[in-house]
Structure formats: structure tokens, C-alpha cells
């Protein structure tokens, strides 16, 4: 629906069950693309990080490019995890793009009622789900089941009653609760359907946040974030007649909602490509009304599979409107004009850099850039040693000691001609600078930009770094400014594995020598604690059932032990290491 004029090419290239993608059927597909003269190609696949110069795949991509072609890609589902970016959205010649909401929600509402307390919410809490309504029933919860799954059935869709932890039954008619996790959301509210439940309530764990899908559920369902879900848990926990009654879906734009990053996005940096920044930018996949081969037809999706057509939409507008405009161009448009507005989904702190690239889509912008970043395919050959160097719209200084190698940029006119101004934003302790502030551009001129960049504060060593640079377009006639992300790294090198001493019980010490450390060090303190002695816990384990599902049963071959991390006294950010020796009982 992005672009509904254009003209599609379907490449059967994946087949259900085990078989699923094989290269030889995706290179294949890619290569008839090139061929078949596409303009836009989206591939909505991905794997394990290899190395985009010797990976088959994406050398048929990086041919695509060569050949004027826009590559768009999914970042993967494997958050959210830092380096969780699959390949081949990694090479640095495709556009890999992150999932984030919408602000249209399908909203359930969960009325809630009964208990010797107030409900949470005043009695309404607003879930997502595409159902129809039940109720009012009771609301219960089985402590025995928290996930309503079980074993290694249902990982897959669609959902076949495999992991039904109940028998036919179970239920009569009441909306049972149950934890997000393990397996399929819609496979634990089929299992609930399949024992006799009315409905169910999906809550989020910790790990999941406040990130809530909207699925098509086989009977009424809302999904909540964890932290309403928690109050929801307690107000059950206290009292009884606890009764609950689901709306049934209704369509509302909620601002609020939108711009916020999936939980299972795949976050960057990739292991084989560090040095190239991904994902490149975001774009709307959560609760993506889609067609289906099941069912009615319809289906609402989520996933940077739905994300990434949205790009690759985008990219067939800006060649329709522009069809002058190479492939190199459109890329830069689309990344340029990104907002950088995605939060995370604590829906508060800003994503990253290495979570949301240069921002969200805004295709209104892209079509109106004025600026573009040139790219001769000669550069995507010169390998991973020269990722950092090829015109990229962003930044990655990865060895900074304190001083980062410097980078160079080349822009090129979009617009008629126009005159820009540099600008930079970056964290305390960081500085980077740039070797024109201020620059004219002809029709169809391109010069070239120098950054420098330096990590000033020893502190920040070891640690990834976010920064900016803003091309402010001074010329007075509407077209947007360009943003590029920065990233930066101060490695910090010469530190020697651990170190074991033996010494004497008064006062003991010992000297190293630490030849070749970088890190500045003029006034350098160290800190330690009081020696302590280890703990032990004793457990005796049966064979776990389900060895391939860690959390699906914790009290059958599963020990398990709460750690409690204390906050530092100074109230300064403090890194702890957890050493763990597992020994049998011999030993």
C-alpha cells in the first residue's frame, strides 16, 4: 500500500516446514530480479552474520546495486540484544531496516471488576488485540501453567494444540492469564480455546517491556506490557470475585504509541560488519494489517519483515518522482531525512544509534532532499579493512586512542544548488569537528567534508559512543536538513587477561607491568572489596524433559538461585562480574 502503482514481481524462493530459504533459491531469485530489470528489490529474510564479501547472497546484492538496483532489507527478529542484526541486512550496500509501531493501535479494552482492592487502571486497561469481546466472566490465572504452553510443540505457525498444557475441560468459559514467552502468542490462546477458556490476557515479561502486538487470536484476547500486566497480577493476587470483561477491538490513533521500537528488532552492531553502522533506519512494522494464505485472508503481522516493504515502498515513490535519481541518491534521501524520534520500549529513553540507525521513515521528507552521498561501486569492493571509508550517510570511527582516524564524506546537490551549514552534536567527552562549517553547492556540484574526531574523557574508553552531524540547509526554500549518526569506539588495548596471585594474609601485594596500555592514566585510583568466601548451593537434579526449552518448567531438572546485585554506594555506574564454577559431587 506505500506505492500502489507500481508493479510487482513475486520470487518463490522459500518453501514451508524444514525446507525453508536455501541460498541456492534466494541467489537465484536475486540474480532474475537483476535480470528481470527491477528497480526496488525487498527481502524480507536473514541469518547468521557472515561476511558480506564472501557471502553469495549478498555478493547478488551488491551486483543489484551495481546495477542501479535499491536494495532493501530486515534487520531480523532476534532482539533485544545488542549485535542481534542478521545477515545479509549487515552488507553496506542494502538498507537494513528496524521494526517500530505505528501510532493506529487495535485496542481491546480489559474492564476489570470484584477483588478487596481497587483495579489497576480505574478498573480499564487498554491492550492490543484483533478480537471480539467476552464477558463479563472470571479472570484466572493457573500457577501451574503460567505460560498456558508447554514442551517443544507450536513453534511454528500455524498453532496445532501441540503445547496444550490442559486437557479439554480445563476452563469454563473464564479469561485465563497467561505469560508471553517460549512459544507462539496466538498458539497460547489456542490452547486456552482448545480447554474451554472464553479468553485470554497476554502479558509481557520483563525482557518483552511494554512492546504489545495486536494478533488475530483464535478467541477475544488483549495483549499488555509488563508493567501494567505486574499490577494486573497483584490486584488478582488480593481477594476473590475477580470478573473481567474484553471489548472487542476498536481502531484508535494513539500519538503516544507510535515511534516506539519492537522488542524483538534486531539491534546492531553486526559481528562480521562492525564498522558499518545498521540497522539504517526504521520503519513501521508492528500490527501490519497483511493479506494471508490462511484463514479469511487478512492477518495483522509484526516483525522487520513487515518493516522493511515499507522502505522498499518508499524507495519505489522517491524513483517514481525522481527517476533521474540513482540508487546511491534514493539511499541517501531515505536515511538523511530519517527522524530520529524511536524510543525504546520503556517508551521514555531514546534508542540508539545501533537500534533505530538514522530514525524512523518520513517518506515526506525524503522526497524533498537536497542534499545526496554519492557511491561508486568501486568502493564496496575494497572489503571489511575499508568499510569505514565508503560514502556511507554516517559515521564510525571504531579505533579512537584518543584521536579517531579521520573520515571523509562527499555530498553532492539534489536541488538546483543551495548553501549548507555543518553542524555536530555529540556527548560530554567527545569532540568532533568538521573542516568547513559552511559550504556552497552548485546544480549538480559535490564537494568534499573532513571529519575529525576525538574521545577526550578516559572514562568513556571500552564503550560504544552516539553522536550526530546536522547539514542545516541555510537556502530559504523548504526542503529539510540531512542527519547523519555517528558512532564511536575508544578501544581500549594492552590490558592482560586475569591475573591470580597468592599472597601474604598481612598486607600482601603484588606488581604488574601493563606495557602496552592505551588508556590515559595520570591520576589513576583503584578500587577493591573485601575478600569474601565462595557460596555454595547443593542441588540434585533429575534429567530435565525439555532440556531445548530452558524456562518452560522451573522444578524438573532445573536448579535455580535469586542473586541479588546491590546498588554502588557512590551512585556512579558500576560494572559487575558474576563468577559461577560448576563442579559434580566428585568434584
Not at 485 to 505: D, E, I, K, W, Y
Request: aromatic share 4%; hydrophobic share 40%; charged share 15%.
Amino acid at each position: 500500500g506505500v506505492a500502489p502503482r507500481a508493479h510487482l514481481i513475486s520470487y518463490k524462493a522459500c518453501e514451508g516446514g524444514e525446507v525453508g530459504c536455501p541460498s541456492s533459491w534466494t541467489l537465484a531469485a536475486l540474480n532474475q530480479a537483476v535480470g528481470d530489470g527491477v528497480e526496488v528489490i525487498n527481502y524480507s529474510i536473514g541469518g547468521s552474520n557472515r561476511n558480506p564479501w564472501t557471502d553469495s547472497v549478498a555478493l547478488a546484492m551488491r551486483d543489484a546495486r551495481s546495477a542501479g538496483i535499491v536494495v532493501v532489507v530486515a534487520a531480523g527478529n532476534r532482539g533485544p540484544d545488542v549485535g542481534t542484526v542478521t545477515s545479509p541486512s549487515d552488507a553496506p550496500w542494502v538498507l537494513a531496516v528496524a521494526n517500530a509501531s505505528h501510532g493506529r493501535r487495535f485496542i481491546n479494552r480489559l474492564r476489570l471488576s470484584g477483588g478487596d482492592s481497587p483495579p489497576p487502571g480505574g478498573g480499564v486497561l487498554l491492550g492490543d488485540g484483533l478480537t471480539g469481546g467476552v464477558g463479563p466472566v472470571p479472570i484466572v490465572r493457573d500457577p501451574a501453567a503460567p505460560l498456558c504452553s508447554q514442551g517443544e510443540g507450536d513453534q511454528t505457525l500455524p498453532p496445532t494444540g501441540a503445547s496444550n498444557p490442559w486437557p479439554s475441560g480445563r476452563w469454563r468459559g473464564e479469561i485465563v492469564v497467561c505469560d508471553r514467552g517460549i512459544h507462539a502468542r496466538v498458539a497460547k490462546s489456542n490452547n486456552v480455546r482448545l480447554s474451554d477458556g472464553g479468553g485470554m490476557v497476554l502479558l509481557n515479561r520483563a525482557v518483552e517491556g511494554e512492546s504489545t502486538i495486536a494478533d488475530a487470536h483464535s478467541l477475544p484476547s488483549t495483549h499488555l506490557g509488563f508493567q501494567v500486566g505486574q499490577q494486573l497480577l497483584q490486584w488478582m493476587g488480593s481477594g476473590g470475585g475477580h470478573s473481567a470483561r474484553l471489548d472487542g477491538v476498536a481502531v484508535e490513533v494513539d500519538p503516544g504509541s507510535a515511534d516506539i521500537l519492537n522488542v524483538s528488532s534486531g539491534r546492531g552492531p553486526s559481528s562480521a560488519v562492525p564498522s558499518v553502522l545498521k540497522p539504517d533506519l526504521a520503519a513501521p512494522g508492528t500490527d501490519i494489517q497483511s493479506a494471508a494464505h490462511q484463514g479469511s485472508g487478512e492477518a495483522t503481522l509484526s516483525g522487520t519483515s513487515m518493516a522493511a516493504p515499507q522502505v522498499a515502498g518508499a524507495a519505489a515513490l522517491l524513483r517514481s518522482a525522481h527517476p533521474g535519481w540513482r540508487a546511491d541518491q534514493i539511499i541517501s534521501a531515505i536515511s538523511g531525512t530519517a527522524r530520529p524520534s524511536i524510543r525504546r520500549e520503556d517508551r521514555s529513553s531514546v534508542a540508539t544509534s545501533v537500534e533505530q540507525g538514522a530514525g524512523m521513515l518520513d517518506v515526506s521528507r525524503a522526497i524533498r532532499a537536497a542534499l545526496a552521498f554519492p557511491v561508486d561501486p568501486v568502493q564496496f569492493h575494497a572489503g571489511l579493512a575499508a568499510a569505514t571509508a565508503i560514502n556511507l550517510p554516517s559515521l564510525v570511527f571504531d579505533a579512537c586512542s584518543p584521536d579517531c582516524a579521520s573520515l571523509t564524506r562527499s555530498v553532492a546537490d539534489l536541488a538546483g544548488g543551495g548553501q549548507w551549514a555543518v553542524e555536530v552534536q555529540t556527548p560530554p567527552g567527545v569532540t568532533l569537528t568538521v573542516d568547513t562549517p559552511q559550504f556552497n553547492l552548485a546544480a549538480g556540484a559535490r564537494r568534499n567534508l573532513l571529519f575529525s574526531a576525538r574521545v577526550d574523557d578516559p572514562g568513556l574508553y571500552g564503550r560504544w559512543l552516539d553522536a550526530a552531524v546536522l547539514l542545516r540547509r541555510l537556502t530559504p526554500d523548504g526542503r529539510p536538513d540531512l542527519r547523519l549518526p555517528v558512532r564511536l569506539l575508544a578501544p581500549v588495548v594492552g590490558l592482560s587477561g586475569g591475573l591470580s596471585r597468592t599472597v601474604s594474609p598481612d598486607r600482601g601485594a603484588f606488581d604488574t607491568v601493563l606495557p602496552g596500555i592505551n588508556l590515559p592514566m595520570p591520576s589513576a585510583r583503584f578500587a577493591g572489596t573485601a575478600l569474601v568466601a565462595p557460596v555454595a548451593h547443593r542441588y540434585t537434579l533429575d534429567p530435565d524433559p525439555t532440556p531445548l526449552s530452558r524456562f518452560d518448567n522451573l522444578s524438573e531438572g532445573v536448579g535455580w538461585h535469586t542473586i541479588t546485585v546491590p546498588a554502588p554506594a557512590s551512585g556512579r555506574a558500576t560494572r559487575y562480574r558474576i563468577e559461577i564454577e560448576l563442579q559434580t559431587p566428585s568434584g
